[in-house]
C-alpha cells in the first residue's frame, strides 16, 4: 500500500533538511558499528569514562565540529590558520556545560592551566607564521569562599605567559570599558558597593574591563594584511588604534536564549560583535581561514563568514552547536536573498 503526502513549495525545504538528518545519522551509526568494530572503543571514550562522539557540519565558507577543541584540533593541518578570535573559558567562572571534557569543569586553576596549555600549543603549530590570535579574557575575581581572601587574579597575564612559553610574541592588547555600575547591580561584588565605600574603602575597588590580547606567531607573513584609504580610513584607525575602547556596545551579541539548557549552572556570556569585527578587519584578509576553538554560538564564525571570510569553529556543548549551525545556515538564507533581488530590494 503506498500513501502519498501532497506537500507546498515552502515545505520542500523540511522535507530536504528531514531527509539529510536522515542520511546523516545513518552514517554516523555506520562509523559507530565500524570502528567499535575494530576494537578501537577507547578512541569514542572520555579519559573518565563516557561516551565521546564528534560531528561536523559545513556550508558556505563554513565548518562547525561539535566535539573537544583538544581532540578535533589535531585534525588541522599545520600552518593553515591565517587568523583566530576567541574568548577561552574563564577558568571555572562560567560553567558552560556539565562535560568532563569543558575546561570550565577543573579541580582547580592549575588543572585548567594544564590543559588550556596544551590547545595553546596546538594554535601555534596550526597558525601561519607572522600570522595573530587574538584571545578575549578579563581577570578573574576571588572570593573568600574559593580563595580564602577576596582579592583579583590576574588571569589576563597567566594567559600572556602561557603563550609565550609556547612560541607566541605578545603583540598588542586593548583594554574594553565595561559599567561598573551594571557589574556592581549583576554581581554584588563586595568592592563595587556603595555602602562598603562608606564603611570601610579599603575594600572598593575599580571595576574589572575586558582585554582583548594578541599575539603573533614568530617568522614572515606570506600573505601581508592590506588596507585602502577608502576601506580603512585614518579616522577610523585612530580610534581602534586607542588601547581603551569605550565605545563597544555589550548588548551586540548573536541571540544565545535558544541555547541554553535547564542543567546549567550558569549561562553563557556570548562575544560582543563589535570586538569580533574589529579583530578580523585588522588582522585578517578576506578570504582567510579564521578559527575559533571555544565557538559557543558561533559569533567569531558568523563574523568571519559575513565579512567574506572562512570560519572553522569547534563546539563541545551540542546545544550551543547547533545554534551556531543555525545562525549560519540564516546567514547563508540571508545571503541568498540578497543575490536574488539586489541589496537594495532585500533592505
Not at 555506520?30 to 562522539?53: A, I, N, P, Q, T
Request: aromatic share 10%.
Amino acid at each position: 500500500m503506498n500513501v502519498y503526502v501532497v506537500i507546498g513549495e515552502r515545505e520542500m525545504v523540511v522535507l530536504d533538511n528531514v531527509k539529510r538528518k536522515e542520511q546523516e545519522a545513518a552514517q554516523l551509526w555506520e562509523k559507530v558499528v565500524e570502528v567499535m568494530g575494530k576494537g578501537d572503543v577507547e578512541s569514542l571514550m572520555h579519559r573518565k569514562g563516557g561516551f565521546y562522539m564528534s560531528e561536523t557540519m559545513k556550508g558556505k565558507n563554513w565548518e562547525m565540529v561539535n566535539g573537544d577543541c583538544v581532540e578535533e584540533i589535531r585534525n588541522i593541518r599545520d600552518e593553515s590558520i591565517d587568523f583566530s578570535v576567541f574568548s577561552p573559558p574563564f577558568a571555572s567562572l562560567y560553567t558552560y556545560s556539565d562535560s568532563e571534557r569543558d575546561m570550565g569543569n577543573n579541580r582547580d586553576y592549575e588543572q585548567f592551566e594544564q590543559h588550556f596549555k596544551y590547545l595553546v600549543s596546538e594554535l601555534y603549530r596550526v597558525l601561519v607564521p607572522g600570522r595573530n590570535i587574538s584571545v578575549h579574557c578579563m581577570n578573574l575575581p576571588l572570593s573568600k569562599q574559593s580563595f580564602g581572601e577576596i582579592a583579583i587574579r590576574d588571569f589576563r597575564g597567566d594567559i600572556i605567559r602561557w603563550f609565550q612559553d609556547v612560541g607566541f610574541l605578545f603583540h598588542s592588547e586593548v583594554c574594553i570599558w565595561k559599567d561598573p555600575v551594571i557589574a556592581m547591580q549583576r554581581t554584588k561584588a563586595l568592592g563595587l558597593l556603595w555602602k562598603q565605600l562608606r564603611k570601610d574603602s579599603t575594600m572598593s575597588r575599580q571595576g574589572i574591563p575586558d582585554y582583548l590580547v594578541t599575539f603573533r606567531k614568530p617568522g614572515t607573513n606570506p600573505r601581508p594584511v592590506t588596507h585602502t584609504k577608502e576601506s580603512f580610513p585614518v579616522e577610523q584607525w585612530q580610534r581602534w588604534a586607542s588601547p581603551v575602547w569605550d565605545d563597544i556596545d555589550p548588548g551586540r551579541t548573536l541571540q544565545y536564549m535558544m541555547a541554553r539548557e535547564e542543567d546549567d549552572e550558569r549561562h553563557i556570556c556570548p562575544l560582543q560583535l563589535d570586538v569580533i569585527e574589529r579583530a578580523i578587519r585588522l588582522w585578517s584578509n578576506p578570504g582567510d581561514v579564521v578559527l575559533s576553538p571555544f565557538a559557543g554560538i558561533g559569533s567569531e564564525i558568523y563574523t568571519a563568514v559575513k565579512l567574506g571570510r572562512r570560519g572553522v569553529g569547534i563546539e563541545l556543548k551540542r546545544s550551543y552547536w547547533e545554534a551556531a549551525c543555525r545562525f549560519l545556515r540564516q546567514l547563508e538564507e540571508e545571503d541568498k536573498q540578497i543575490g536574488l533581488f539586489g541589496e537594495d530590494e532585500a533592505m
